[in-house]
């Protein structure tokens, strides 16, 4: 599975931004994915999450900003994040695990990555 991440970019602090993760290859709508971040000087953390039901899950800091969805036609799942501040200021990484897991949190429970997408939140 190959995975591209896009629409980082810079934002003002309370605007939007909506990134997109493609899959391709070997792709299927059983996938788990999820989004994790990486501040400079930080560790990688846990953004969202959305499993083959549609069921999402979010990190606290996120939780009620941002919103995760997925197109399975279009092989493509969308990380919408609104009311943005300085400190989501990371790249975004999008991930993916062949069968849902509880220990969705953890970075080293997902198969295959792709680059990451800079996101910059101006004060």
């Known amino acids: 599975v190959q995975l591209q991440a896009s629409g980082g970019g810079l934002v003002q602090a309370g605007g939007s931004l909506r990134l997109s993760c493609a899959a391709s290859?070997?792709?299927?709508?059983?996938?788990?994915v999820a989004w994790f971040r990486q501040a400079p000087g930080n560790e990688r953390e846990f953004v969202a999450a959305?499993?083959?039901?549609?069921?999402?899950y979010y990190a606290d800091s996120v939780k009620g900003r941002f919103t995760v969805s997925r197109d399975n036609a279009k092989n493509t799942v969308y990380l919408q994040m609104n009311k943005m501040k300085p400190e989501d200021t990371a790249v975004y990484f999008c991930?993916?695990?062949?069968?849902?897991?509880?220990?969705?949190?953890?970075?080293?429970?997902?198969?295959?990555w792709g680059r990451g997408t800079l996101v910059t939140v101006s004060s």
């Open positions: 959305i499993r083959e039901n549609f069921g999402t």
């Open positions: 290859g070997r792709t299927s709508a059983r996938y788990a």
């Open positions: 991930a993916v695990r062949a069968v849902w897991t509880t220990d969705y949190r953890n970075s080293i429970q997902y198969d295959f």
